[in-house]
């Protein structure tokens, strides 16, 4: 008896789910997705202003660039897909740091 009820529960949901998705594409509910640049585009941008690109690489819905300046230093940024703009970097390394501190401010109180 469980087994037929929670089949039934799980093909219902199938259905709708299924239903809900058809109805969204039919009636263009989708939200548009903003135009994205080309990874060329990202490499010529950076290339104009005087990086030498190693490697690109699209993660996590933003650019991930690996890049030597001017000066001869490797430096790594995200980057706006949409706008080519750089997004705040923070190092799992820097959370951790900054943990540490905090916790030892606490500590001479």
Do not use: C
Request: no cysteine; charged share 30%.
């Amino acid at each position: 008896m469980k087994r037929t009820i929670l089949f039934t529960a799980a093909l219902a949901t199938a259905v709708g789910m299924f239903a809900l998705g058809a109805n969204a594409q039919q009636t263009g509910t989708q939200t548009p997705q903003p135009q994205r640049m080309s990874v060329s585009q990202i490499a010529t941008m950076l290339e104009e202003q005087g990086y030498t690109v190693i490697e690109i690489e699209l993660e996590r819905g933003r650019y991930d660039v690996d890049m030597i300046d001017s000066n001869g230093m490797k430096v790594e940024a995200y980057l706006d897909p949409a706008t080519g703009a750089v997004l705040p970097y923070r190092d799992d390394d820097d959370r951790r740091d900054r943990d540490d501190d905090d916790r030892y401010e606490r500590d001479d109180d």
